[in-house]
């Protein structure tokens, strides 16, 4: 008898699944530059002008993964 998969996780099937896994982890990755940046931003002294292009590559990554993810999505639905 297999045993149930107590995480209820499957490994994603094809391409689309494997890129719309990927453009997932994009997203939560670009997590950590934003944050950082933010904080350099706050804390107002030398810091501001890389803690700007740190929140701008974060933005960058987040508006990727979420355009790539909508693309994948697309790509699902039936033509009409």
Do not use: H
């Given at each position: ?70 693309a994948v ?8």
């Amino acid at each position: 008898m297999d045993k149930p998969n107590p995480f209820c996780l499957r490994p994603p099937r094809g391409l689309r699944g494997w890129t719309s896994l990927i453009y997932k982890v994009v997203l939560i990755a670009a997590v950590l530059p934003v944050l950082d940046g933010l904080q350099a931003i706050g804390r107002g002294n030398s810091d501001m002008l890389p803690g700007l292009a740190t929140l701008a590559f974060g933005l960058v990554l987040v508006l990727a993964g979420i355009a790539g993810y909508i693309a994948v999505r697309e790509e699902d639905k039936p033509n009409e």
